[in-house]
């Protein structure tokens, strides 16, 4: 990697370190050569370049001193030191979201450093290994080369009722397949990859609880994204070619998109210092919760773009001159209501964090996934109100170079005025803005990745489920009713850990 | 027009009817040479071929006995003679959602033939005037000639604050601007007029309640889409262009689409035999009201539509090998009853159909709207709950030429496998169409054209309000509570309308 | 039985043939003397009452000739002839929600008539048993004495995942104990039976699915409600007692009521010419599945009484001067909405009907589920937005014998004003009547019987999965994304069932 | 008042506290004697007991150092210090609802308290007044004797649409009717107040913003419970008689209740020392928002009721022998869901708190009025849920007496059977509470409490609408969209309100 001894400042230096990398990506069949000036993928890298930006301009948001380094880093390259440590990042995530109103793709890196740093902890102190001696090595020089990270979770699966081992293929999971005494080789791959082509690092993790007779798939490793063996193919978006006709209006959102890809990993090397976790198969589940629960209340990034499609909402109602409409205003609280929901989900879930025996902080469980289950709602109803106030032009507009002809110009101009002293290409511009949102490329991001981004639906239900505390809830009703009185005192005792969660008066 | 003399018989006749047409159609700011050929139009001109073929293939379901012609004429052109005629529409219309995917856009020019029929008549009772008689010889023309119509009926309306003599550009509404012995020439533009290219005829209505100083507005006529004067603009689709990509997999549905588009008319002539309402303004509303009530309840196609995205999901969820995840079972379920519920409301407002004066029917027009309005929400909530069972890939697919490259194409292959036995294409194929209906082309018509077609949920909420018989309810609820107890009585008698649409023993 | 021979023609006539039956009724630990006078009583009697004068005020909407007595009979003894008839039970039982507010309890009868009648059809056609052509007869008995028929469905049910064979208690199940030349002998216990007091005459079935081993299950056959070895115990409801304070006004409705008792039956005795089914246990799903059909869209009569509660609401808005805000009326509109979705899902599901083999017709059940399904929870939302529209009052009222009393009632008067021109007490009235559907004595009829009576919300999601078709609903959709499209010309024969319940052209 | 001087300590001291006071409260037209031994009024003293021997068991959550008695005090009498004060308040609120399943009465005088604090020091900086400092040492006094506040806010309002000043009846919002040296006498009415019986000291404050015609309804100040010319008149709730039927059972909870009574006032004096504001009319409406902003997120505790009625619902589904079944596992986890959503948003209101100028800290007032607006619907869906998995038995269930009689109790013991080993009496125990927490009761304070305590729906939309920042958001907006570029720096400046809300980075 040329960037390797170079540290990056702003969004301009980050967009240049992604430069002459040697990356083989594929889309639409053909080789990309280069990604920075790609029209469809360069919004991707514009996105995460803010988060660089943003660092300069708000730095108590979007840095944190880091007790590796004892200097300030980026936020999303800190281990969380406090709980306020962890509250902010969610308004750091809801602030990108505003400025971007797509997908920043940085948190699974944040949440992966955040979630291996324990985790690592815990394997060493049960088997005396030496894994986060390493991984704070390797986040020392991530801070201070400022990079970022891409976090390899999401296996391709095959047959989802067999277990990796059990695969017909047995590459359907990523495993290792060779080893030396200078480290391993995996082979695999990994679906979906948000922002994994303007990463300059992968943290290579397994997708699923393991068993023994999976321990080879049982892997964790940090590798340069432009290793040998590994192939990029990139995803499409709903209109993701409108980048590439010119023009800035029909696309909605020029500047910013988002990014996935999958990544065939063909065997990849990982050296012994860049593993972080090799055959210790019963840490898997560990880690895949940790990570699910700080990643889960990341989806607070969906209030910030949220309140992007609640104020293109607003402009288009006043743009048709009927933002006075009772309706109207009452859509826009609801929008608002669900918006604010998500946030402070969020919000809770992060200040209730508690100290892991690493020292970082985790958030409450219980309310990441009430945060990212609201996520996997709250975005599509917010979007359909969008678009009851948008009117059905939305989706019936002609096309920008309509709009610049020489010969139809004057008559769409003339025909699809709305208030009269508002330019009709502002009306367009919005419009297509929520078209964007709600259907269009950010529509990936703003609805699909919100539903199965960190988890489908199920997967938090299934979460909130384990930790219902029925057993608890079930005594207070017993105790009301009049069954089993006499347990009223034990009870106080045996829900100390309710208590913890509840009630953490100290910690 | 070429084909004025030839009956149009399967869909194929009425595809080559199509051809040859003098259109003045702008299409990314080029003029259309021939829109049959064109691969980003022809989609919607095969929907509509459907339902010529459906005529053939389903005569009892797709066509009736016309008292015009006393000959067997495709559903699409007949006037409802009984509350089974009114019915059936449904049924025709739910079959052809199910066989096409898509809008197949001849429902506006239907419900627009049953609504001028009764105003038309209701007209002439009050003014003497011989617009049904023309009308019917009109409707009598077309059913010999098996023609498409379109109902042209929404203006862009400029500022919604203003009537139409009221706004600053007159021709923000359809007007009469000249008038000769022979007939009158129109100007003013119609927006997101749907399958117009794709009709032989429109029909020109005004959109909204008139009042004497809106005279002018008042004009309803027929006229030929290529008429002197017709300007069409052809609207975007989300992923319109994936259609000019090649391939058939990445479009998701290859062979249906929707259609709509700008329709600007520049002194347009209708001759005096094609006029069917001409300064009568206060019938504006008649017309508005009857075609809206015919219109709302014609959106029980989606249930059609919902049927082919039930079987997506329930596909998408064979192909992964998760079908028999109860959660899963229950989102199908969930779909379904969303699904029927909108079934159920239009055909019971049809069922409950009345006669009109001129003895067409017309259905109840309280579930037409409560119809209407779940169409606004429940095919959201559909599209969600598919996108829940599609997983992320749906939206992280690399493209078809990827998959089809010599390079990459076997790594997908491999790597995209669901369940074994069931072929990768066949995977990826049901999660683009998946795509397709809740984010690509098809979500236009199956979302935002659900939302907004046939007025926008408020005009709903408008129209229930008007006959929720608020009088009539508090009367019960006084009578129960023990207030007013002598008025029981009189109750009966002042409650004869809301007799007759709850409980219409005999008509 | 006294009324034996009497026929019973208005409602005095039926409150009168109560009196002086030996019935063994408990209430509160005591035997009670004397059904018709008791005050907690008589409301639920007041409400069967109402279908004998409807009968005589709107005999189109409440009689129907029968072919068996070729008399006109009262809708509720009616065997459905036609799919009007059908469709005119749900019109009735509407109407009569809006008159009485509650539950009128006759709806179990009719459909358990209807449901048994082809049932048994179908029995004979298999074993040539006689059981139809004894129901007719006792059809037509009652017919001429016009007596009221209640349907013992609803086993006790013990331990739920055990069959009845399997229960601890054989008991738990009402099976049949000993047999005699004469008939038999049976014993068990019938729960939460809607209207068994204010019956005549109770119809004892099954109310699961029969293996052989449960064959002395298996049995249906009518008995006289104050049959030897019958005890009832009479079920509370919320503010039961209030009947019995005296006043009419704290009591919310104080004419009408529902009816819920356990009845238990201790070796009661069935003569054969009574029996309808015995042993043949393969039929007993039929049975409870026709029934459920019948029944869940027999819910209808909740829109009736969601009639009486929006206008409760509007009265109270209007009485508290706040009738036009905007978002009241919106309210309001919202109700009448889900209010009007109840009605069209089960008139569409009854429009909808076949004729069995018996040539009795029974509704489309899916939409009968779907409807039923909606009943789970509409009236809750609807409940939820007539407190809303209430106020805190509504749950804070001083007593009606304070606002009587000499003391304070002045006070309350002066300080329970809301608009001037409206009485105090009126306003009260409301209030309470509010209370009453919501919270109080109907609000077991209009919620927890909605979400209970015939079969919870998860009974109505199995048999929407059951009639799903999937398959259908499968190919629809690879065919149009490309997949098997050689299978299409195949699936139109396939789906004949389908075509026959979405498109029934002719029966 | 007795308990003047004396310090109470235990939840004993406190009912002891509450005998032998001079009240004049009616019930049922009658005086009563003593509120204490009431059985319809005693479980509404228990909940507050509760509140005391919370204090003692759990200190940390239930008391605080007061800055003003430097002792530690009872937290309902505690003005919040810092943020984590603020979410403490939840924390205990959650905790007593759990032990209560009820409305436990303490948190209006702790909310008036708060606010009137801030509210006396902003006064005063205006008017150089010394309200703050009077206000500083009742707060003192009533820290030192343990006292309970009830917050007497809700005026009976009258005609909805005229301020005070205008109404007919003056009386209609307490106002001041006389004025001597040593302070004024008030007149008017307060209805629905929460807890006012088991008081010892009433605040009483306007209940809307005010203009200066409305100057002598400004007014804010102390009564004990017991001062001359107050009447109680007690409210009614659902189901109340049943706690004077004798028994334990039919009561469902019958421990605790909430209470909630119209306090009359005829000239009641209130010395200057105890007068808080007088007559600086445009502060009512600072008041007014500071205590709806603290109580609208103190109905968190409703998420403690909650939990005791998903342990009901969860009881009952094993009782059944239901428990199992995922459609009953899916619920529980639904319920839970909604809970938690309460909890998480009133904890993220208490979190983002920030200091007025007093010092006193307040929550943030969007996100309270989001989490109450939740509070209005989600407890409801709980309820439906939990009668959803009580089954119909909920509300059919025979009486307590029928039960525990030696006729039929043994029946009722054999038929009501559920799981072979869980006694019958537990099953109905647990149904019963169900009822009460559902229709009941209790169900006053879960659900219409839930609806209209701390302002109705509407009130918080109007609330969330203020805050909702559209300028800012349309900013957003357009910036993406390509409109207005050159505002981007602006922006940044302009919101920093928005920025002190959303990213409190330091105070």
Redesign the interface.
């Known amino acids: 990697m040329n960037s390797n001894n170079m540290e990056i400042i702003t969004g301009n230096d980050y967009i240049n370190s992604l430069r002459n990398r040697q990356l083989k990506v594929?889309?639409?069949?053909?080789?990309i050569d280069d990604i920075v000036e790609h029209p469809m993928i360069r919004p991707s890298i514009n996105a995460v370049a803010e988060t660089f930006d943003l660092a300069n301009?708000?730095p108590?948001?979007a840095t944190a001193i880091s007790p590796f380094t004892e200097t300030r880093v980026n936020r999303f390259l800190h281990i969380a030191q406090t709980k306020e440590d962890v509250?902010?990042q969610n308004?750091m995530q809801?602030?990108l979201g505003?400025?971007?109103?797509t997908c920043f793709q940085r948190c699974v890196g944040m949440d992966a450093f955040n979630s291996l740093f324990s985790t690592t902890f815990e394997i060493d102190k049960k088997y005396a290994t030496d894994y986060h001696h390493k991984f704070k090595a390797f986040i020392a020089k991530m801070q201070r080369q400022n990079l970022v990270i891409g976090g390899a979770m999401t296996d391709?699966k095959?047959?989802?009722?067999l277990a990796p081992h059990q695969q017909?293929?047995p590459?359907?999971f990523v495993h290792i397949t060779k080893r030396t005494s200078e480290g391993v080789y995996i082979t695999g791959?990994k679906?979906?990859q948000t922002g994994c082509l303007n990463s300059h690092w992968l943290l290579v993790m397994p997708t699923i609880r393991l068993t023994e007779q999976d321990k080879e798939y049982a892997i964790v490793g940090a590798i340069p994204v432009d290793a040998e063996g590994i192939?990029y193919?990139?995803?499409?978006?709903?209109?993701d070619?409108?980048s590439m006709?010119g023009g800035?209006?029909?696309v909605?959102?020029?500047?910013?998109g988002g990014q996935?890809?999958?990544v065939?990993l063909d065997n990849v090397f990982i050296p012994n210092e860049l593993i972080f976790m090799d055959g210790e198969f019963e840490f898997a589940s560990m880690l895949v919760e940790r990570f699910t629960c700080y990643h889960r209340r990341s989806y607070v990034c969906k209030s910030g773009v949220g309140?992007?499609?609640?104020?293109?909402a607003?402009?288009i109602a006043?743009y048709?001159?009927?933002e006075k409409?009772?309706?109207i205003?009452?859509k826009?609280?609801e929008m608002?209501?669900l918006n604010?929901?998500i946030?402070?989900?969020g919000?809770?879930?992060s200040?209730?964090s508690k100290a892991t025996l690493s020292g970082a902080f985790i958030p409450d469980d219980?309310?990441a996934n009430?945060?990212k289950?609201?996520v996997?709602?709250m975005p599509?109803?917010i979007s359909?109100l969008a678009?009851?106030l948008a009117?059905?032009?939305?989706?019936?507009?002609?096309?920008e170079?309509?709009f610049?002809?020489e010969?139809?110009g004057h008559?769409?101009d003339?025909?699809?005025?709305?208030?009269?002293d508002v330019p009709t290409e502002?009306r367009i511009?919005?419009l297509?803005?929520i078209?964007n949102m709600t259907?269009?490329r950010n529509?990936?991001g703003y609805?699909?990745?919100s539903?199965?981004?960190a988890g489908?639906?199920?997967a938090q239900?299934i979460q909130?489920?384990r930790q219902?505390q029925?057993d608890?809830?079930?005594?207070?009703?017993?105790t009301?009713?009049?069954?089993d009185k006499n347990q009223k005192k034990v009870l106080?005792n045996e829900i100390s850990d309710y208590f913890g969660r509840?009630?953490d008066?100290?910690v």
Chains 1, 2, 3, 4 share one sequence.
């Open positions: 594929y889309l639409f069949g053909e080789l301009s708000e108590e948001l509250v902010l308004k809801r602030r505003q400025l971007t109103g391709v095959g047959d989802r009722s017909a293929d590459d359907l791959a679906a979906h192939t193919i990139y995803g499409r978006q709903s209109c070619t409108r006709e800035d209006i029909d909605g959102n020029a500047q910013y996935e890809a999958m065939i309140d992007v499609l609640i104020g293109a607003a402009t006043e048709n001159g009927a409409a009772s309706h205003k009452d826009l609280i608002t209501h604010e929901t946030y402070a989900t919000i809770a879930a200040y209730q219980m309310l009430v945060c289950h609201h996997t709602k599509y109803e359909r678009q009851d009117g059905g032009i939305v989706v019936t507009l002609p096309s170079k309509d610049k002809s010969t139809v008559l769409l003339k025909y699809l005025k709305g208030k009269a502002y511009r919005i297509r803005l078209e259907m269009g529509a990936v609805l699909t990745e539903m199965h981004g489908s639906p199920q239900r909130i489920a219902m029925l608890f809830k079930k005594q207070l009703a017993k009301l009713a009049g069954i106080v509840v009630f008066v100290k």
